[in-house]
């Protein structure tokens, strides 16, 4: 039996930080405000929510480091849970990253990407006429049809450019990440400074509310509304799901995470106050592409769209990190014979788990068709879920022998994991009640793949990790 092909430590401390950024900096950021502003109505409440779902972050960043430097390999929840729980709930965490971890992401990502488009063409628009449109008249009232048009097909060509070019190799997809990822931090950069001190914005717009379009109260759109926002700041467990392609994990690891999401915290911040300095928030209410908005109200049609080009290639750097990450999940569950073997298969020359990449691939090219609105909020309760039972697991971890303890993370222990815990299941349980729909997709997914484990992985030994 030939030996299998190994994953190799190719990848730095910039090239971990990178994907960090670029996972978190994407889909969330340049379209969530849009959609806030008519749910929440005023700016103060939505600065507000970003900076609570920037500590939620760093919550679950801190936890996630101590995880990764006693776990240095590749997998991220797979591992933890599986170690923590057992193999069920280890083999659930990959089940759901495939479909909401990363292909439902990714088509965000690639979506928001031909919204930023239709600045230069408008078939790529939001409210273009779509090719065909399925479902109901009561379906499209409730935002639930499947819709084909020129969004999708850009989105979906998008997809199957990176996946191809992560089939060739870790090392030089990794060099082209590094220089999207500094575009990105530097396009975002610039257009916090030069929105704030020369873009032509008013400071009155933050005392300027809007007329509320969601029919729940204030305080219950607001726990709804930070499912949009942690879907913003999701990625910063990016790097433990490559873990096993970094070098020197102990060290790398942890730096990667608090570097990466520091850093984003601080650019997102920036960008909401430069979005709601630019533009009312009755101007802002529902537009996708709000950083478009935002760049056209501040410096006019012309210097606009040299932003609207540079924000979407600063979307291009999230899909690619996204496409990179998730298949090392679906490897790291094959290697230990918890998932579908194929996902295991290294490629001899290029040493990437081709199959893991494609069959990713297309499912976020056919997640393209979902709604916008609702792929966001399945995406925000099904990854809340699994993290919060993650940074639960270390309760279990500090309690066995040997283990290393994160400094930071001691810093008033337990605040920091219990506070994660409990704006997380906060989140889930008001996301049930008020927004049925997506989280009943979400439960129903973690429900399948229970299934699916019990008919069939159920009945093969899965040594310990």
């Not at 919204?115 to 230069?120: A, D, L, N, S, W």
């Not at 409730?142 to 996946?163: D, K, Y």
């Not at 270390?394 to 290393?404: L, P």
Request: with cysteine; glycine share 10%; proline share 5%.
């Amino acid at each position: 039996m030939p030996k299998a092909t190994p994953l190799l430590r190719q990848l730095g401390f910039y090239s971990a930080t990178a994907l960090v950024v670029s996972n978190m900096v994407g889909t969330g950021i340049f379209t969530t405000t849009g959609f806030m502003a008519g749910d929440l109505g005023s700016a103060s409440i939505i600065l507000w929510c970003w900076a609570v779902g920037a500590f939620f972050a760093i919550c679950g960043a801190l936890t996630y480091s101590e995880l990764g430097i006693n776990f240095p390999s590749s997998g991220g929840e797979y591992v933890y849970l599986t170690q923590a729980y057992g193999p069920a709930w280890g083999f659930m965490s990959g089940w759901v990253s495939f479909f909401a971890g990363f292909s439902a992401p990714i088509a965000a990502a690639a979506l928001a990407f031909a919204y930023y488009t239709g600045y230069f063409n408008p078939a790529f628009r939001q409210d273009t006429p779509a090719w065909l449109t399925l479902g109901t008249e009561s379906m499209k009232a409730n935002n639930l049809t499947l819709r084909i048009g020129g969004a999708q097909a850009l989105a979906a060509t998008l997809i199957a450019i990176f996946t191809v070019l992560n089939c060739l190799g870790v090392k030089p997809i990794s060099r082209i990440q590094n220089v999207l990822t500094g575009t990105k931090v530097t396009v975002i950069a610039i257009f916090i400074l030069a929105g704030i001190f020369a873009g032509q914005g008013n400071w009155e717009h933050f005392s300027q509310d809007a007329i509320r379009t969601s029919s729940n109260s204030l305080p219950v759109q607001f726990i709804i509304s930070l499912v949009w926002v942690m879907v913003g700041y999701s990625g910063w467990n990016a790097a433990t799901y490559v873990a096993e392609e970094i070098r020197a994990p102990q060290k790398n690891l942890p730096a990667a995470i608090a570097v990466g999401t520091g850093l984003v915290t601080l650019l997102y911040l920036g960008l909401n106050v430069t979005f709601i300095y630019a533009a009312p928030l009755e101007k802002m209410k529902g537009v996708p592409a709000i950083g478009s908005l935002a760049a056209s109200s501040l410096f006019g049609p012309g210097i606009a769209g040299a932003f609207a080009g540079l924000m979407a290639i600063s979307i291009v750097s999230t899909v690619n990190a996204m496409i990179t990450i998730g298949p090392r999940v679906y490897y790291a569950m094959a290697k230990n014979r918890a998932f579908f073997a194929t996902a295991a298969r290294v490629n001899p020359r290029f040493h990437t788990p081709v199959a893991a990449i494609v069959a990713q691939g297309i499912c976020a090219i056919v997640m393209t068709l979902t709604p916008f609105p609702q792929l966001v909020l399945y995406i925000g309760f099904s990854l809340t879920f699994f993290t919060v039972i993650a940074v639960g697991s270390v309760f279990i971890f500090r309690k066995r022998s040997g283990w290393q303890q994160l400094s930071a993370l001691n810093f008033a222990w337990p605040a920091i994991p219990v506070a994660y815990i409990l704006i997380g299941v906060t989140t889930i349980g008001y996301g049930f009640i008020f927004a049925p729909v997506a989280s009943g997709a979400s439960l129903a997914t973690i429900v399948i793949g229970a299934g699916i484990y019990r008919m069939v992985w159920r009945k093969h030994e899965i040594p310990a990790l």
